[in-house]
Nanobody, 122 residues
């Protein structure tokens, strides 16, 4: 299984970005998909996940970020609006088979993309 994340960049506060994660080697519809991020000197943290038709968000991004998936393209997206400097991090996509109670845990995902840098300037 390979995951290829893309779409990061350098933007100003208030701008938008859309991250994409193309999955190959597995049928995406059979898995949960998640986005995590890691800022310098900090632990990897949960951002959002899509599982069994339901979406989940960290409180820090709720209302600003939207996760979606296109099963025909085997791709997961993260639409990020109203970006803030504190959103600056490397963003990782992941797929796996977590249950609802564990989908916020990075250890619940079996396959990871390489990460894409998002930098938000003030």
């Amino acid at each position: 299984v390979q995951l290829q994340a893309s779409g990061g960049g350098l933007v100003q506060a208030g701008a938008s970005l859309r991250l994409s994660c193309a999955v190959s080697g597995r049928t995406l519809s059979n898995y949960a998909a998640g986005w995590f991020r890691q800022a310098p000197g900090k632990e990897r943290e949960f951002v959002s996940a899509f599982r069994l038709g339901n979406t989940y968000y960290a409180n820090s991004v709720k209302g600003r970020f939207t996760i979606s998936r296109d099963n025909a393209k085997n791709t997961v997206y993260l639409q990020m609006d109203s970006l803030k400097p504190e959103d600056t991090a490397v963003y990782f996509c992941a797929v796996g088979t977590p249950i609802t109670s564990t989908l916020r845990l990075a250890s619940s995902y079996s396959h990871w993309g390489q990460g894409t840098q998002v930098t938000v300037s003030s």
